[in-house]
């Protein structure tokens, strides 16, 4: 059975992923196609394309097209919450009760459109509510075989803004789901937005700065309160729409004017400041705080029973919030889907829309599910370019990117397949020598122009990770901090934080061979089996696609070496 998923129903990370008979041959971000950052109200047209080639089959082969945004009913208690919490706003209340539907109506029918135009004309179109979508991502791909607890918390689907739940014996049993505005991916997005920077695309940059800060200075708590099993929101102060709204420059925020008259004015420009540095750390720990409570309540007995739980959604891609869930006393394990935002709801359409139609799911293995190109796709781009690059064709790649590497020099290597999700995997990167003073300061200040205090992570070999991070639980993704063994923090500085964490990524030879061979090759010159490693594009960007994306980055920033398969291209 041949199963898409499509997503790009809330207005941003647009994606598309593919399955045959249970098991993901492809997935893909639109933005990395069209070189649009989230990709924002499109369509996956080229993402669906790619799907399609790279499993090589035609469109009329596909069996499901499965959309990650699902019909709401009126008996649900979700729309009457909605308008409840809304009263204040009384077009959206109404709007909730008589008309609440009108956006899935609207996204069914530009996916039936998308279907249409590429010609998907016998497929079934399958809907799957948004938070279904999040959890069968997070538990279906797991591979985890006992009773699972289940997480998804974000800004909002339909109305949905969390969901609880757990996986038996490869089905999703629903226990409670909280409703918009009551949601703590929303606060997270409203404080991103008072401390500078855009929701949906900041989230990291705070959670980045709270290290910086004391949590303790300034007390948060009266924005959110968890209490006899429910969620609560203060709409005094986040999370609101309409006239609520504070507006500057025209433009309207997710926080109230009320904030501002108690926290001061909204922050501006790229460098970490009081009072701002306290706040990100005061609500970073409210989130931690609230979730683990809630976690407690709904989940506790059965992280109990097995000490198996995943997490999918965009709150699920705070590093901080999800080690200290892997601290829990009973936690064995903790899978994050690599996508757990909206770009990976595309896959979790797709996976639940096959389970439902009877399929088995294999577990994911690996991110690396975008396009590959050849050596002679990435000579053809170099000659094709209009900088004219200076390239040659190296016997051993890996071994020459160490080499340059181990001389202090920051690296771009395009390798392989793409990653899906948000993070650079060792397949887009952009890589350092963590051992070398300055290397992050060179790197964020010359190639990824973008504020010299967030941090760089490492990739390490799966045969020091134990000792590095004190720990043995799995990392593939980076999707997990970790305390870094006093004995390494002064062996790999550049990829420590301030808290003394690591955002580490456990490399196997299995899953990239290549990316291990370079850092075993790093290794044997420098003495540390780890490598810093950030996404392969600059502020603002989407990661790199193409080599010819990559030739574009690299003649836009002050980079000297681009390792392009077993294309290396320096600057004359």
Same mark, same amino acid.
């Given at each position: 059975?041949?199963?898409?998923?499509?997503?790009?129903?809330?207005?941003?990370?647009?994606?598309?992923?593919?399955?045959?008979?249970?098991?993901?041959?492809?997935?893909?971000?639109?933005?990395?196609?069209?070189?649009?950052?989230?990709?924002?109200?499109?369509?996956?047209?080229?993402?669906?394309?790619?799907?399609?080639?790279?499993?090589?089959?035609?469109?009329?082969?596909?069996?499901?097209?499965?959309?990650?945004?699902?019909?709401?009913?009126?008996?649900?208690?979700?729309?009457?919450?909605?308008?409840?919490?809304?009263?204040?706003?009384?077009?959206?209340?109404?709007?909730?009760?008589?008309?609440?539907?009108?956006?899935?109506?609207?996204?069914?029918?530009?996916?039936?459109?998308?279907?249409?135009?590429?010609?998907?004309?016998?497929?079934?179109?399958?809907?799957?509510?948004?938070?279904?979508?999040?959890?069968?991502?997070?538990?279906?791909?797991?591979?985890?075989?006992?009773?699972?607890?289940?997480?998804?918390?974000?800004?909002?689907?339909?109305?949905?803004?969390?969901?609880?739940? #757990?996986?038996?014996?490869?089905?999703?049993?629903?226990?409670?789901?909280?409703?918009?505005?009551?949601?703590?991916?929303?606060?997270?997005?409203?404080?991103?937005?008072?401390?500078?920077?855009?929701?949906?695309?900041?989230?990291?940059?705070?959670?980045?700065?709270?290290?910086?800060?004391?949590?303790?200075?300034?007390?948060?708590?009266?924005?959110?309160?968890?209490?006899?099993?429910?969620?609560?929101?203060?709409?005094?102060?986040?999370?609101?729409?309409?006239?609520?709204?504070?507006?500057?420059?025209?433009?309207?925020?997710?926080?109230?004017?009320?904030?501002?008259?108690?926290?001061?004015?909204?922050?501006?420009?790229?460098?970490?400041?009081?009072?701002?540095?306290?706040?990100?750390?005061?609500?970073?720990?409210?989130?931690?705080?609230?979730?683990?409570?809630?976690?407690?309540? #709904?989940?506790?007995?059965?992280?109990?029973?097995?000490?198996?739980?995943?997490?999918?959604?965009?709150?699920?891609?705070?590093?901080?919030?999800?080690?200290?869930?892997?601290?829990?006393?009973?936690?064995?394990?903790?899978?994050?889907?690599?996508?757990?935002?909206?770009?990976?709801?595309?896959?979790?359409?797709?996976?639940?829309?096959?389970?439902?139609?009877?399929?088995?799911?294999?577990?994911?293995?690996?991110?690396?599910?975008?396009?590959?190109?050849?050596?002679?796709?990435?000579?053809?781009?170099?000659?094709?370019?209009?900088?004219?690059?200076?390239?040659?064709?190296?016997?051993?790649?890996?071994?020459?990117?160490?080499?340059?590497?181990?001389?202090?020099?920051?690296?771009?290597?395009?390798?392989?397949?793409?990653?899906?999700?948000?993070?650079?995997?060792?397949?887009?990167?952009?890589?350092?020598?963590?051992?070398?003073?300055?290397?992050?300061?060179?790197?964020?200040?010359?190639?990824?122009?973008?504020?010299?205090?967030?941090?760089?992570?490492?990739?390490?070999?799966?045969?020091?990770?134990?000792?590095?991070?004190?720990?043995?639980?799995?990392?593939?993704?980076?999707?997990?901090?970790?305390?870094?063994?006093?004995?390494?923090?002064?062996?790999?500085?550049?990829?420590?934080?301030?808290?003394?964490?690591?955002?580490?990524?456990?490399?196997?030879?299995?899953?990239?061979?290549?990316?291990?061979?370079?850092?075993?090759?790093?290794?044997?010159?420098?003495?540390?089996?780890?490598?810093?490693?950030?996404?392969?594009?600059?502020?603002?960007?989407?990661?790199?696609?193409?080599?010819?994306?990559?030739?574009?980055?690299?003649?836009?920033?002050?980079?000297? #070496?681009?390792?392009?398969?077993?294309?290396?291209?320096?600057?004359?």
């Amino acid at each position: 059975m041949i199963v898409l998923g499509l997503s790009g129903a809330l207005g941003h990370d647009a994606s598309a992923a593919i399955l045959v008979d249970g098991k993901i041959i492809a997935a893909a971000e639109e933005e990395r196609f069209i070189r649009d950052k989230h990709a924002k109200n499109h369509w996956p047209y080229e993402a669906a394309k790619f799907c399609l080639k790279q499993a090589g089959v035609t469109a009329d082969q596909v069996d499901i097209v499965a959309f990650p945004y699902g019909e709401i009913s009126l008996a649900s208690p979700a729309r009457w919450h909605y308008a409840k919490r809304y009263w204040y706003a009384p077009d959206r209340a109404l709007d909730a009760i008589f008309n609440g539907n009108r956006r899935f109506r609207r996204n069914r029918d530009k996916s039936l459109k998308l279907m249409q135009d590429l010609g998907l004309s016998k497929a079934k179109f399958v809907p799957v509510e948004h938070h279904y979508a999040h959890a069968s991502s997070a538990y279906h791909l797991s591979g985890f075989k006992e009773k699972t607890a289940i997480v998804g918390i974000d800004g909002k689907g339909e109305y949905a803004t969390t969901f609880f739940g #757990y996986g038996e014996n490869g089905k999703i049993h629903k226990i409670k789901e909280f409703y918009d505005p009551d949601s703590l991916g929303g606060l997270y997005g409203a404080i991103t937005e008072y401390l500078g920077f855009e929701m949906l695309d900041g989230e990291f940059k705070v959670m980045g700065m709270a290290p910086y800060g004391d949590a303790k200075k300034y007390d948060l708590s009266r924005l959110a309160k968890f209490e006899n099993g429910e969620l609560i929101i203060n709409t005094e102060y986040v999370n609101v729409v309409g006239l609520r709204r504070y507006k500057e420059n025209g433009k309207g925020f997710y926080f109230t004017p009320k904030l501002i008259e108690w926290l001061g004015p909204k922050r501006s420009g790229d460098e970490i400041d009081n009072p701002y540095i306290h706040y990100a750390a005061s609500v970073q720990q409210l989130l931690e705080d609230l979730a683990l409570q809630m976690i407690e309540y #709904y989940l506790g007995d059965i992280i109990r029973e097995t000490g198996k739980i995943v997490m999918a959604g965009g709150v699920a891609l705070n590093v901080k919030l999800n080690q200290r869930i892997i601290s829990l006393p009973h936690v064995k394990e903790l899978f994050v889907q690599p996508a757990a935002g909206d770009n990976g709801t595309s896959l979790g359409a797709a996976t639940y829309a096959a389970h439902l139609a009877g399929e088995t799911i294999h577990k994911m293995e690996h991110a690396y599910l975008g396009p590959a190109f050849t050596n002679e796709e990435c000579i053809a781009a170099c000659e094709a370019h209009p900088e004219k690059p200076v390239f040659t064709r190296v016997e051993n790649g890996p071994q020459k990117a160490a080499e340059l590497l181990a001389a202090g020099n920051p690296l771009a290597w395009f390798q392989g397949r793409m990653e899906f999700g948000p993070r650079s995997l060792g397949c887009r990167s952009i890589l350092g020598d963590p051992s070398f003073p300055g290397v992050a300061d060179r790197i964020n200040a010359q190639i990824k122009y973008r504020e010299r205090w967030r941090p760089f992570c490492p990739s390490m070999l799966d045969r020091v990770a134990e000792d590095i991070l004190q720990t043995d639980h799995p990392a593939p993704y980076m999707t997990f901090t970790f305390d870094v063994n006093p004995a390494w923090k002064s062996r790999i500085p550049e990829v420590v934080h301030e808290d003394g964490t690591a955002r580490a990524q456990v490399v196997t030879k299995e899953t990239n061979p290549r990316y291990y061979a370079l850092i075993e090759h790093l290794e044997t010159l420098r003495g540390n089996p780890v490598v810093l490693n950030t996404s392969l594009n600059r502020r603002g960007e989407p990661m790199i696609c193409s080599p010819t994306d990559a030739l574009n980055m690299f003649y836009g920033c002050d980079l000297e #070496y681009l390792m392009l398969e077993d294309v290396l291209v320096t600057k004359s």
